[in-house]
Structures are given as structure tokens and as C-alpha cells.
């Protein structure tokens, strides 16, 4: 017999007897409760009710709960599979990797997401040259990888140069890439060098990590414009018919470096063929140089890098082992697709093409050697496989040998390892409701399964196939719906019956062949994918491709982006995330919270002043309506960063939707008040020495430091007064103080106001940092 399942906690008589042990609790004057009373009946029936709302409540399985997050929004997330950058080094000659090449790093497999022509040369120099200074030589920085340099000098300025040596030409009409690894840069804190600030770390879905400063200005040195077109590329190239060399502008075809202040690739392409030089700084040697020169100042903080690469692919931790390619038909003769696709050189390969103008059903065309031997209707392709390419090519016919696939029709090419030939066929269709198959694969992904379902048509010999349709849930599904459950866990597929989804018709046992077919099929191991740096080491051995194997193989950074496919916690938790998150902004905090994830904008701190707006005085006593002012400071290693126009308006562009319609916006930078402090400080018998007044200086930067670090005990306040008690309790909390005898505060800013007291006052969009001190040890 089973044991019934204990549902709830508490009987109908439990609730009864704890209702009656409140009434004298809640209400003295109801002295019976006798089961006569009409109050007694009432608390019955409410009992009975909730003791019946508890049993059912207990009955929600996880099933229910998934549905209920359904109903408020909230979709469960699937796994994300984690990938990296892979530099390839010692390549003997030009070499192609096709998309889908297997690395290995371990037991966990990784394949490359597209295809990269190696080259032979190398990056063998990395010069720096800033306008008045030597040139530098970071090639010893570049190489190691973990030695940041600064690419255009620590302060980037027009006429800023970055030289890049190779040992050969590189080809010039032909995509080249080049990985760019930023320093994940620390803030400092500028009153003291031995005060480090740690940035905010970057968000690591994103496939690029934030490095840099361009959308920033300073007080100090404030330099206009906006991150775009402030770098200009070129090749040291031979042109004209005399082959005379210059310096010739090259093709930037794409850039997820955004000018060098983000990790990421560059790639481009070379108008000319390159000519050989040699400068003077490195070492004489001719070389093949790119340069690439700041044009103007769009920078405030110079980017910082840790190395540039050539020859990177990008690289997903993931095993394919079928996947689908599907093209359009033109209806011309002897038409030929290619594939640069490793499955494609070393799997198999079929052909489907679609039937008619139904969308989901294909026939299978036949592969054969020579389409000569081909009559007009039958159905043909020939696969030619290029191993020194590393491409294949399917050619159809030309309607006299080998059938031309029809106009605006869909061909889909199958291709599948080895080891999958056999696996990718489920079984026979039984025709029964709640059909269930067993696929037996690990670690499968969703978003790329794709399964087939034939089915035998009178009158013709050769099988229909549809595709059916990975849905979370049957309910929705109506009895024509071609719709189908995957579990992951029991590595079940489930079938509808006929009322909720289709099922699967009754496949003759006569026949030889299945008729349920995986087509496209991919693992992943999720989160444990993020691998670290330095573990790809080779690429998969292959006797058909022995060049292969005298790579140097490596990824410089870890693997970002895995994870596993969203749990029912997990799902609740980002529920109340996004029911907390504000998306219209009505208080100051929502407009706080809406700025500080902006995407794309390092933001450092925000200040909303309600009912201000620039110039308004004797605030908050003065106050106007309507008005809304935030100010905002972007990260930056600098003492006092100021945003540039176009981060202003970045902010203002993004918060417009969200904000009420009667609002007034105003978006503005910081005003910045130099405070310099100058004391006389009596110290303890034991504690006069020159470093103490060293110490307090430093203790004073601390307690003025306005920054977002940590190591300041707290931030100094937009509009914050610098109080006299402040700096004297500042001082006299470091150790062998005995008092302190005179105290002035000095400041420096347009908008500071000296009060009798000697207490500052700052504007409410204003913030300090420390100036020069003069502290005398007495």
C-alpha cells in the first residue's frame, strides 16, 4: 500500500482549536463557544476552507509553479554556452581552419565559430612613439601578455603613434584579423600612490571587456569630442607602378575594439601590397609595419593594453554532432553551394531539398559520383571535398543529368559525425498516443535540436519528411500541431496524442529504415565550460589534416558566458529582480538605479536633485517645479573626471522614455572644489618625525577623496560642507596625535563660499578633492 503523502500541517481540528484560543485574545466579550453559536459556525466554515486551500496549495508541483512565472512574464532561460579567443602561433605556411575545427583542452571540447585563414608571419615588434618623447619599445610587454602597456602613452594626444612590426607581408585583399586584450585597469586613488581603487568589474555576458576611458574629460585638462574616428590606420605599402612605398590608409572592416578601448578583434583589410622597413628604434631590422595614429583627441584616459594578437578565432565550448545548412534555390543550372564547414570535410554530408511550397517538408536527394550518368529527373548532387582549402562543394544538375532543384525552393544540407551515423536514428513511429523515444545524448542543447519525422505518401517510393517543433509544454498545442516535448534530464522525447499535439503516424515495420531522425544536434557543458586561460593547447587530432599538429595552440583569456539552463529558484529569484527593478522613473532612487545601468556607460557615482536646475540658488530652501537635475561622474583613473558632451547626452537619451511626461531633465557634470588643508599639529613625545606629517596628509586625501573605491572609511557627499569637526576629527583619529593647534581650509572653485566659521560650502551638484596640504609636527 502507499503511504499517503502529508500535505498539509495542520488538520481541520487544529484550526479550530487555535481560532478558539484567540477569541478571548481578540474580542474579551465572546464568552460562548459552544458549537451552537452562529460565530462558532462561521469559524467552522473558514476553517474548512482553509484546511481545503492548504491541500491543494501542497498539491503545486514544480510543473505549476513554471506555468504561474509563465503568466507574470517570466520565460525560463536556457543554457548559454561559454567561449573564448584562441591564438594560433608557429603556422609553417597560410593554412584554413574551417568552422566547426575541434580543439581540446582536456576531456571538455571546444570547436571553433568560423572560419580563419592562418598566416605565417608574426607580430614581432610593438612600438610606442608620443610626440616629444622617445620612441618606445613594448614589443618585451606585448609578448608576455601580463605587462600592460600603454599603446599611445599614458596620455593619448593627436600625433600619438602605435607601430606593429611583422616578420612578413601580410596579403594584402584578404580579411585580417587582430585580438586586442585590454588591461582590466585599476582606478588609483590620487592622493596617495600607494592607494589602489578596484574598478567595477565588467559584465561577463558581454563578449567584450570595458578597458578604457574616451567618454571621459577632466578639469584639469579638459579635451572635446567623442570616440569616433579619433584613430587612423595604415600600412607601410608599395603603390603606384614605379612601386614607390608610403604610408597608404587601410580598410577597417569592422572593430569591436572601439578604438582600442575595449577587448576585442579588429579586423581589416590591406588596399596594397606591403613594402619592407626599417626603423631605427627596432633594432634596424626591415620589417612589415601598420601604424595607427590618434587624429584628435577623443581620449581622456589613454587605453591600456596587455597584448594584440594575429591569427584569433573565436571559439565555443560546445560539441556538434549534426547541424543543418540551409540555403535558397535560384533555379540556375549546375548550381554549386559551398561549405566551410569542418563536419563537411570530415562527416558526412545529404542533401534535402523542400517539397513543393510547404514549409517543413523535404525529400532527400541522392549523392553520387558523377552527374553525367544522371537522367534530367533524378534527383542528384555531387560532394567535392578541397582538403587544402578546407571547403566542400555540393553541385546539382543542369535539368539534362541531374534534376535542377526548383526556384525560391529551400536545400538543406545534413551534415554529422561519424559516430552519429547511427545514433541520429531514433526508431519507428508506433502511431500510438504519448509516443516516447530514448535519445541517450548528455549536456544536449535545445536551442539547436532539431528532429524529423518521415512518413510513407501512396504512390510514391520515397519518404516525406517534416519537421516537427521543440515546444516547452504540449497544452497549447492543437491536434494538427506538429509539436514535440524534449527532457533533458531523462534525455526523453515525448509526442502529443492527437488532442494536445499530433502524434506521429503508424511506420510500417516492413520497412528497413527508421523514421525518426535527428538533423541537428549539439552539447554543451554550461557553466562548466569557463575554462581558464592557457588550457586550449592543440587543435583534435586528424590524419587528414597532419599540418594541424605543428600549431601552438592557446587562449590568453578565460572562457565567459557558460551556464547551465535556468532552475526553478533560480527563475523565482529574477522574478522579484524585475518586479523590484524600476522602470519608470518617479523618485530619485529610480532615476539613480536607471543611470547606473545604463549599458555601455562606465558610470561612477549619481546625484539626483529634485526641483533644481542648474543656477538655482539657496537650495533646497528655492526650489523649481517640474525640475529634475542629475549629475553624474563617469569611472575614471583621474582625480576629478567631468563627462564629455556626448556621455551627457548619452544619459539624457536613455533616460527620456522613462521619465514623466511633465518632467524637465537636466543632465550635468560635477563642479569640483579643491580643498587644501593647512594645520599645526602637536604630536606625542614619541611621535615627531617628518613621516608623521606625511601620514596626516594622507589621512586628510582619504577623508576627502570623493571617488567609488573603498578605501576611504566613505565617500565624500555631493554638496557636502567641509566642516572644520570634520578635518579635526579626521586628524585627530590617527594614532600619536595629542591635539591640534590652528587649523585653516582653504578652497579652491568658483562656487565654494567661506563661511565666518571657516566651514565650506559647496554647490549640491558639487564635490571635493584634495589639493595641496601643509601640515606642520610640532
Known amino acids: 500500500m502507499l503511504n499517503l503523502p502529508d500535505l498539509d500541517d495542520r488538520t481541520f481540528d487544529q484550526i479550530v482549536h487555535h481560532a478558539c484560543k484567540e477569541i478571548p485574545v481578540i474580542c474579551p466579550d465572546w464568552t460562548d463557544e459552544n458549537e451552537h453559536d452562529p460565530g462558532i459556525t462561521l ?72 572560419r580563419i585563414d592562418l598566416l605565417p608571419a608574426q607580430l614581432e615588434k610593438v612600438i610606442v612613439h608620443v ?11 606585448n609578448n608576455h601578455g601580463n605587462s600592460p602597456y600603454y599603446p599611445f602613452g599614458p596620455r593619448a594626444r593627436p600625433g600619438s603613434m602605435l607601430y606593429l612590426g611583422f616578420d612578413q607581408p601580410l ?13 582590466r585597469q585599476s582606478l588609483r586613488d590620487h592622493s596617495s600612490d600607494e592607494a589602489e581603487w578596484t574598478r567595477r568589474r565588467a559584465d561577463e555576458s558581454m563578449d567584450s571587456v570595458p578597458m578604457g576611458n574616451g567618454a571621459v574629460n ?20 608599395a603603390s603606384g607602378s614605379a612601386g614607390k612605398a608610403s604610408w597608404t590608409p587601410i580598410e577597417v572592416v569592422m572593430d569591436e575594439t572601439r578604438y582600442l578601448t575595449h577587448s576585442g578583434r579588429l579586423t581589416f583589410r590591406l588596399t596594397s601590397p606591403m613594402a619592407g622597413l626599417a626603423l631605427p ?20 584616459s589613454s587605453p591600456r593594453l596587455d597584448q594584440i594578437s594575429l591569427n584569433t578565432v573565436l571559439t565555443a565550448q560546445c560539441e556538434t554532432l549534426s547541424k543543418v545548412r540551409t540555403f535558397q534555390s535560384t533555379g540556375e543550372a549546375n548550381a554549386t553551394l559551398e561549405l566551410d564547414e569542418y563536419l563537411a570535410l570530415a562527416g558526412h554530408v545529404e542533401v534535402q531539398v523542400q517539397v513543393g511550397e510547404v514549409e517543413g517538408q523535404w525529400r532527400y536527394w541522392r549523392s553520387v559520383d558523377d552527374l553525367t550518368a544522371c537522367a534530367p529527373g533524378d534527383p542528384c548532387f555531387t560532394l567535392i571535398r578541397d582538403w587544402t582549402a578546407g571547403r566542400a562543394k555540393v553541385t546539382f544538375g543542369d535539368g539534362e543529368h541531374g534534376q535542377i532543384p526548383g526556384a525560391n525552393r529551400k536545400i538543406r544540407l545534413i551534415l554529422y559525425t561519424q559516430e552519429f551515423a547511427h545514433k541520429r536514428w531514433l526508431g519507428k513511429s508506433t502511431g500510438l498516443p504519448n509516443q516516447q523515444y530514448s535519445l541517450n545524448i548528455a549536456y544536449l542543447r535545445r536551442e539547436t535540436f532539431l528532429l524529423q519525422v518521415g512518413r510513407v505518401v501512396a504512390g510514391s517510393p520515397e519518404l516525406l519528411w517534416e519537421d516537427w517543433t521543440l515546444t516547452e509544454e504540449l497544452d497549447g498545442s492543437s491536434s494538427g500541431d506538429r509539436h514535440y516535448m524534449l527532457d533533458e534530464v531523462s534525455g526523453n522525447i515525448a509526442f502529443g496524442d492527437n488532442e494536445r499535439g499530433r502524434r506521429p503516424a503508424r511506420f510500417p515495420e516492413t520497412m528497413e529504415q527508421d523514421n525518426l531522425c535527428i538533423l541537428s544536434c549539439q552539447t554543451s557543458w554550461g557553466s562548466r565550460g569557463n575554462i581558464q586561460s592557457n588550457q586550449i593547447r592543440e587543435l583534435r587530432r586528424d590524419s587528414r589534416f597532419p599540418e594541424w599538429q605543428r600549431l601552438a595552440v592557446t587562449n590568453p583569456q578565460p572562457a565567459w558566458g557558460g551556464a547551465g539552463r535556468e532552475s526553478l529558484e533560480e527563475a523565482k529569484q529574477r522574478l522579484h529582480r524585475e518586479l523590484r527593478r524600476p522602470t519608470r522613473a518617479v523618485t530619485a532612487e529610480d532615476y539613480e538605479h536607471i543611470v547606473k545601468t545604463i549599458p555601455g556607460l562606465a558610470v561612477a557615482r549619481v546625484k539626483v536633485l529634485p526641483l533644481y536646475c542648474p543656477g538655482l540658488s539657496d537650495y533646497p530652501n528655492r526650489t523649481a517645479p517640474g525640475q529634475v537635475t542629475i549629475v553624474v561622474v563617469p569611472q575614471s583613473n583621474r582625480s576629478s573626471p567631468v563627462p564629455s558632451p556626448a556621455f551627457l547626452q548619452s544619459v539624457r537619451h536613455f533616460l527620456e522614455p522613462h521619465r514623466l511626461l511633465t518632467t524637465e531633465l537636466h543632465i550635468i557634470a560635477p563642479v569640483y572644489i579643491r580643498i587644501s588643508i593647512r594645520a599645526k599639529v602637536v604630536m606625542t ?24 573605491g573603498g578605501i576611504g572609511p566613505t565617500q565624500w557627499a555631493f554638496g557636502q560642507t567641509v566642516r572644520r569637526s570634520a578635518i579635526l576629527g579626521a586628524l585627530n583619529r590617527i594614532g600619536g596625535v595629542a591635539y591640534i593647534e590652528e587649523l585653516w581650509i582653504d578652497a579652491e572653485g568658483s562656487d565654494a563660499v567661506k563661511r565666518a566659521d571657516g566651514d565650506i560650502e559647496i554647490p549640491p551638484h558639487g564635490l571635493v578633492f584634495p589639493g595641496e596640504h601643509e601640515i606642520e609636527i610640532r
Open 218 to 237: 577632466n578639469v584639469e585638462e579638459t579635451v572635446g569630442g567623442w570616440l569616433s574616428g579619433i584613430l587612423s590606420w595604415r600600412a607601410y605599402c
Open 131 to 141: 610626440p616629444g618623447a622617445a620612441a618606445v619599445d613594448a614589443s618585451i610587454n
Open 685 to 708: 613625545a614619541n611621535r615627531q618625525s617628518q613621516s608623521d606629517g606625511i601620514s596626516l596628509a594622507r589621512q586628510l586625501n582619504r577623508a576627502l577623496w570623493h571617488g567609488d
Open 171 to 183: 596579403p594584402s585583399g584578404q580579411a585580417i584579423h587582430l585580438m586586442v586584450d585590454g588591461y
Open 281 to 300: 628604434v627596432a633594432d634596424g631590422q626591415r620589417r612589415y609595419w601598420l601604424q595607427c595614429a590618434v587624429v584628435h583627441g577623443g581620449y581622456d
Open 43 to 114: 469559524l467552522q466554515m473558514l476553517a474548512w476552507q482553509v484546511e481545503m486551500q492548504q491541500y491543494y496549495l501542497n498539491r503545486i508541483t514544480a510543473r505549476h509553479e513554471w506555468k504561474f512565472l509563465s503568466m507574470l512574464g517570466i520565460r525560463r532561460k536556457e543554457g548559454a554556452i561559454a567561449r573564448c579567443h584562441v591564438v594560433i602561433d608557429d603556422v609553417p605556411q597560410a593554412l584554413s581552419l574551417p568552422r566547426g575545427t575541434p580543439l581540446l583542452t582536456g576531456e571538455i571540447p571546444f570547436e571553433t565559430q568560423e
